[in-house]
Antibody, heavy 120, light 109 residues
């Protein structure tokens, strides 16, 4: 059974770079049928898509975050990663990794999420 | 950019029918997906491609999409259906990207 697990620091200082990794287990990240994405949710607020990556390295980013976001993939480790630069308190959120279809962008599998707090 | 509008809250008595709307410009031309999120948990897909259900989702959950409004309908509402619900589309009109609605809190009275 395929599972996703986020990992990374739970506390990041303002102006620094947030870095998270999502490990895919029970299946291959190199499937031709799926993209792998990051979504975040500030406390008490709604879902915000950050971006998605295909195993080949092709990416889509949320235009509102594009200047600060880099998503990469490491197929040898079955992982994909998120880097968000120049963070502020507004970037405090639960960050989820998830899988969505290549043909239809529906998120059918999610990680449990990890809370990242931006604070000095 | 494309915007999806949901009512902040919907209330319904147990056993009744809840309808949660998702408004967007010509949303009927897009595939709409719906997620349920309970407190402290990751979202769960409950309806995809406007009206299809993933395996394991009760038939009480259904969806429709036409014109400028998509609707998630929950029949015979149970206390366990109390959650936040989000609609989502893929916007390919400009910069390709995923769009979520703001979410609707379903309260079971």
């Amino acid at each position: 059974q395929l599972q996703l697990q986020e990992s990374g620091p739970g506390l990041v200082k303002p102006s620094e770079t947030l870095s998270l990794t999502c490990t895919v287990s029970g299946g291959s990240i190199s499937s031709s049928s799926y993209y792998w994405g990051w979504i975040r949710q500030p406390p008490g607020k709604g879902l915000e898509w950050i971006g998605s990556i295909y195993y080949s390295g092709s990416t889509y980013y949320n235009p509102s975050l594009k200047s600060r976001v880099t998503i990469s993939v490491d197929t040898s480790k079955n992982q994909f990663s998120l880097k968000l630069s120049s963070v502020t308190a507004a970037d405090t959120a639960v960050y989820y990794c998830a899988r969505h279809g290549r043909a239809v962008a529906v998120f059918d599998l999610w990680g449990r999420g990890t809370l990242v707090t931006v604070s000095s | 950019s494309y915007v999806l509008t949901q009512p902040p809250s919907v209330s319904v008595a147990p056993g009744q029918t809840a309808r949660i709307t998702c408004g967007g410009n010509n949303i009927g031309s897009k595939s709409v997906h719906w997620y349920q999120q309970k407190p402290g948990q990751a979202p769960v897909l409950v309806v995809y491609d406007d009206s299809d259900r993933p395996s394991g989702i009760p038939e009480r959950f259904s969806g429709s999409n036409s014109g400028n409004t998509a609707t998630l309908t929950i029949s015979r509402v149970e206390a366990g259906d109390e959650a936040d619900y989000y609609c989502q589309v893929w916007d390919s009109s400009s910069d390709h990207h995923v769009v979520f609605g703001g979410g609707t809190k379903l309260t079971v009275l």
